[in-house]
């Protein structure tokens, strides 16, 4: 058995094609070698040191024998403090791996698992993480993405019962039967011609609005010359796109726009006019958004995956991350519901529309909510005609006598619309009604005015995974979701008592025990409802 020092050995490149350096030829179908360059820079440990140790086994005494052994080393030896630094020293102990993988999992920072370790005395640094990781990703990705992603799938369902997969092998209708056949209200998409015809296609009775924020980039790539001049183009356009509501008024400010700045010939902006129902706030405010105008920030698939998807994630870790993600959406929403529920809102005691508010809506909707009722001083409101029980109001601004909005409003029921469709678009109660409210001395929100969505509790329950199911206290689950959880801990009963005979025998005696104790329960459970949820909002 030979021993020989790291540094055995010259590194030998190879002289081909017109003098070009090259090494380490890889090799096509054909047999033919593929020259590669040699990267710029690149070193070598190879100095030819000829210090070695030959040792034999002696078979007649049964023992190993140091035959050679030259300790002429040529070139520095490396000290003690470094030597972790070599390769044939390199180490990384199974619970770093273990870590590793965890950290990656939880997106955590990989070099962390380092500095916990003190990896520069145990023998592994930060590439040694990653090669680790590449390594762990090329045995899961064995055969293949696809392949991968079903074996994860499966996994799951053997974890839970209740966890169901389907594998769509065509394109035709599908996300309308992914939604369980419930289009939604609205969508938000860029000015993409594929995805306009697709969505007027499967969801023909949706609104389709497309992003004013790419609208707007645009204007400063198509209008510099008139964008970045000092006048009040700037300022006039972002008026008449978001502070008109009334379209003939957003038309006539349109058309009086492109005449002062002598913009009627642009080709681009007649093509935004003629397509303005699609994305002017004004045609759309009769349509519930949740007061969303953009793709862009956190109303974007981009939020959803942030910090868990990069361009290097192959398609089984965007399941996981999928998975994961979705648990920090619902992680948030829990941490929002206590806030809501056990934390109350300061509110004076003789503000009764702002106390109800706060009882109702959650922290959020109620600070949005508070930011209405603050307008509310500054309007001043007008009875202007009573027919057929319905009293017509004019909300007048008073630092602007131009900005005023008309609510009809049902004295009887308190059914009403205001001009400016804040409610209809965002679901909450606009300035003006609330005016209007505060006139009569209204001291609580109307039902019809609440939406479901932002009460507090509005999530009655769900199940986030194969750790169980999650509700609120006090309420009655339904009988499908019972029976959801009940099969979770019943897989897991039953992989415990798998393994042996014994523990076999205690499982079944005690399940006939409990299958004699349940047929004297009444099957009948009063008030039992499957509660669904609002639609939810698809952008």
């Known amino acids: 058995m030979l021993f020989v020092c790291a540094k055995e050995g010259k590194y030998v490149a190879k002289i081909e094609n017109n003098g070009v350096v090259e090494e380490n030829e890889e090799t096509e179908e054909d047999g033919k070698g593929i020259p590669r360059k040699r990267a710029r820079g690149c070193s070598t440990v190879k100095c030819g040191c000829k210090a070695h140790l030959l040792i034999k086994y002696d078979k007649w005494s049964s023992k190993w024998k140091v035959t050679v052994f030259t300790d002429a080393h040529n070139h520095p030896l490396v000290t003690p403090s470094k030597r972790m630094r070599m390769k044939s020293n390199r180490h990384m102990p199974k619970a770093v791996k273990n870590l590793t993988k965890a950290f990656h999992k939880e997106n955590l920072g990989i070099f962390k698992v380092t500095s916990i370790f003190g990896g520069e005395h145990i023998g592994f640094d930060n590439r040694d993480c990653y090669n680790h990781l590449r390594n762990v990703r090329h045995r899961e990705l064995d055969g293949g ?53 697709a969505i007027a296609q499967v969801f023909p009775n949706t609104r389709h609005r497309l992003c004013i924020w790419h609208i707007k980039k645009k204007f400063v790539e198509k209008l510099s010359q008139v964008y970045f001049k000092k006048s009040k183009f700037k300022k006039d356009v972002k008026i008449c796109i978001w502070a008109t509501y009334r379209k003939e008024d957003f038309e006539k400010r349109w058309i ?3 005449k002062e700045n002598g913009l009627e010939s642009n080709e681009w902006l007649q093509q935004l006019y003629d397509i303005r129902e699609s994305w002017v706030s004004v045609y759309n405010r009769g349509t519930f958004f949740a007061g969303m105008n953009t793709t862009r920030r956190s109303e974007g698939v981009n939020s959803f995956f942030d910090g868990f998807v990069t ?10 991350k999928d998975d994961q993600a979705l648990k920090r959406i619902v992680k948030r929403e829990n941490d929002e519901d206590f806030e809501s529920e056990h934390k109350f809102r300061i509110v004076n005691d003789n503000e009764f529309l702002l106390k109800h508010g706060a009882k109702i809506y959650t922290r959020n909707v109620f600070n949005k909510f508070n930011d209405e009722m603050s307008g509310v001083f500054h309007y001043k409101v007008e009875e202007v005609g009573n027919a057929n029980g319905i009293q017509s109001f004019i909300v007048k601004s008073k ?54 969505r932002w009460r507090q509790k509005a999530n009655k329950f769900r199940i986030i995974d194969s750790e169980g199911l999650v509700h609120d206290d006090g309420k009655e689950e339904s009988e499908a979701l019972r029976l959801g959880h009940m099969c979770q801990e019943s897989t897991k009963l039953a992989c415990l008592a798998a393994p042996s005979n014994e523990a076999y025998m205690i499982y079944i005696e005690a399940m006939n025990d409990l299958s004699k104790k349940l047929l004297k329960v009444p099957k009948n459970t009063p008030n039992l409802n499957l509660i669904v949820l609002d639609p939810i909002l698809m952008i």
């Open 145 to 197: 993405d696809a392949q991968s992603v079903l074996v994860y799938f499966r996994n799951r369902q053997a974890q839970n019962p209740q966890f169901l997969y389907a594998i769509q092998c065509d394109d035709n209708g599908r996300a309308l039967e992914a939604m369980g056949g419930c289009p939604p209200t609205s969508i938000i998409t860029d000015q993409d011609m594929a995805m306009k015809v």
């Open 256 to 258: 009086e726009l492109m």
């Open 311 to 320: 361009s290097t994630t192959n398609l089984k870790e965007f399941v996981v």
């Open 399 to 452: 630092e602007h006598e131009v900005k005023k909005f008309e609510v009809p409003l049902d004295l009887q029921t308190y059914m009403g619309v205001c001009e400016c469709q804040n409610f209809e678009f965002v679901g909450i109660l606009c300035t003006h009604i609330l005016k209007v409210f505060v006139r009569l001395d209204i001291d609580a929100i109307p039902d019809h005015f609440i939406l479901p």
